[in-house]
C-alpha cells in the first residue's frame, strides 16, 4: 500500500501499470489451442479438460444434459438473490433498445436504421478460483433482452465432470438449456470456430483468465467480441467528508481480485492516513487475511490539490469501476469523461453494482474506458442503415455521385447514374 502526494509520484505509479498486451509465452499457448481445436474438434477440449482439470470427458457429456440443469438445487437464499438480480438487470437493459427510425433525407427520399439481433450468442462464465453465478444473469440477460434467439454458456467442470450448482440454478432461472463443460480456453475457442459437439456462436461475451481473455483477442474476426479485458480495477475519489472506514471497506472489495489495481484519489492528506489505517485494522481483524501480500501492495493511495485534479487523474487512469464519495458527487460526475461505470456516494458500493444494481459488470479494464464501454444489449445488436431514394432525391444526388466516381477513379460507380438518367428523369 502506497499513498502518493505528489504527481510526479502518480505519474511513476502509472509507468508501472502493467501493459495489456500479452505474453509471446502466452500467445503461442492460445494459438496452439486455436490449432488443436481447428483439428481435432471435440477431441481436444477433452484433452486438455483431462489435462488442466483432472477430468476425462467424452464428446458426449461436453453439453450438460436438460435434466441436469433442470435439477439443479441452490440455497434458497441464492435463488432469491438470482431472481432478484435478474430483475433488475433485465429492467435496465430494456431501457438500452432503440427503435428503428426512418425520415426524409434532406435532398429527397429517405434513410434511417434497423436493429436486428445476431443468430446465436455464446457465455463464457469462470468457475476456476470462485463461481461467478452473477456473470451468468450479467452476461446471458443482455443477449436475451437484445432478442437473441439461441444463448449458449460454457463454463469448467471439477475432476467429476460437475458443474457448479449456483451456475446451474442461473441457467435454469433464466431458461438457458445450452450449457458446455470442460476446459475454459478450450471452449472459448470451440463456440468461436463451431465442432460437432459446440455450433459456432456469432458473439462471445463474458470474462475469464488471461488465456480466455487472449483467445477472444485472437479469434475475434471470427466471432464478434464483448470485450478484451484484464485484471479488474477501482479507484474512489473521496474527499475530507468521506467515511475513512467505508472507503477502506470499498477499496478492499475490489483488491481482493486476483492481480487488481485499486486506487484511492483524495484531496485530504488526513483521509488517506485515515483510509490506510482503517485497510490494515480491517486486514487485521475483520477481514483478516482476505489481501495477501500481492492485494495490498496494489492499493495507491493518492493526494491531489482539489477535486478538479481528482478528476483529472481518474480521467487519465480510465478505471472500470469508478466510485465518488464526496460533498459534491455530481459535480465531480460532470467532470469525468473515462470510467467503465460510475458509483455515485456512499450509499453505492461498487459490489452493488458487480451483483445487482442492473448494468452489466463486464467492463472495460487498462484505460480502455476511454474508448469504448461495457457490455450491453449493443454487443448482440447489428445495426442496419437504410435508404430509399425516389426520382427526385435521385436527381438531386445524381451530380455528387458522378463527381466522386470520377475523381475516385471508379467509372461503374458513375455509370450507376447515367443508365438511369438515359431513361429520363420525367
Partial sequence: ?????????????????????????????????????????????????????????????LKVSKREIDNAVCSPALEAAIKNSAAAIRAFHEKQLRSPWREKGPFGGEFGEVYRPVERAGVYVPAGTAPLVSSVLMSVIPAQVAGVKSVCVATPCDSEGKVNPGILAACRLLHVH???????????????LGTRAIPKVDVIAGPGSAAVTEMK?????????????????????????????????????????????????TTSKKTAEAVAKEISSLNEKELAGVLEKEGLANINIVVVK?????????NKIAPEHLQIMTGD??????????AGAVFLGKWTPVPMGDFAFGPSHVLPTGAAAAFM??????????????????????????????????????????????????????
Avoid at 178 to 192: D, I, N
Avoid at 381 to 391: F, I, N, P, Q, T
Fill in 1 to 61: 500500500m502506497k499513498i502518493i502526494d505528489t504527481l510526479e509520484g502518480l505519474e511513476e505509479l502509472l509507468k508501472e501499470r502493467k501493459s495489456a498486451r500479452p505474453s509471446k509465452k502466452l500467445v503461442e499457448i492460445v494459438r496452439s489451442i486455436i490449432k488443436s481445436v481447428t483439428e481435432e474438434g471435440d477431441a481436444a477440449i477433452c484433452d486438455y479438460t483431462k489435462q488442466f482439470d483432472k477430468c476425462p470427458l467424452s464428446p458426449s457429456k
Fill in 373 to 426: 464501454s461495457g457490455l450491453s444489449t449493443a454487443t448482440f445488436l447489428k445495426r442496419m442503415s437504410v435508404m430509399k431514394a425516389d426520382k427526385e432525391g435521385f436527381k438531386n444526388m445524381s451530380q455528387t455521385m458522378e463527381v466522386f466516381s470520377r475523381y475516385e477513379q471508379l467509372p461503374a460507380h458513375g455509370f450507376t447514374s447515367t443508365v438511369r438518367k438515359e431513361k429520363g428523369l420525367k
Fill in 217 to 265: 483477442r485472437q479469434l475475434f474476426g471470427a466471432v464478434n467480441v464483448d470485450l478484451i479485458a484484464g485484471p479488474s480495477e477501482s479507484l474512489i475519489i473521496a474527499d475530507e467528508t468521506a467515511e475513512p472506514r467505508f472507503v477502506a471497506a470499498d477499496i478492499m472489495s475490489q483488491a481482493e481480485h486476483h492481480g487488481s489495481k485499486t486506487y484511492v484519489i
Fill in 329 to 338: 458527487d455530481e459535480g465531480v460526475l460532470a467532470m469525468i469523461t473515462n
Fill in 306 to 314: 482539489n477535486l478538479k485534479e481528482a478528476a483529472a487523474v481518474s
Fill in 178 to 192: 445450452e450449457l458446455y463443460r470442460g476446459h475454459g480456453p478450450s471452449l472459448v475457442a470451440a463456440m468461436c
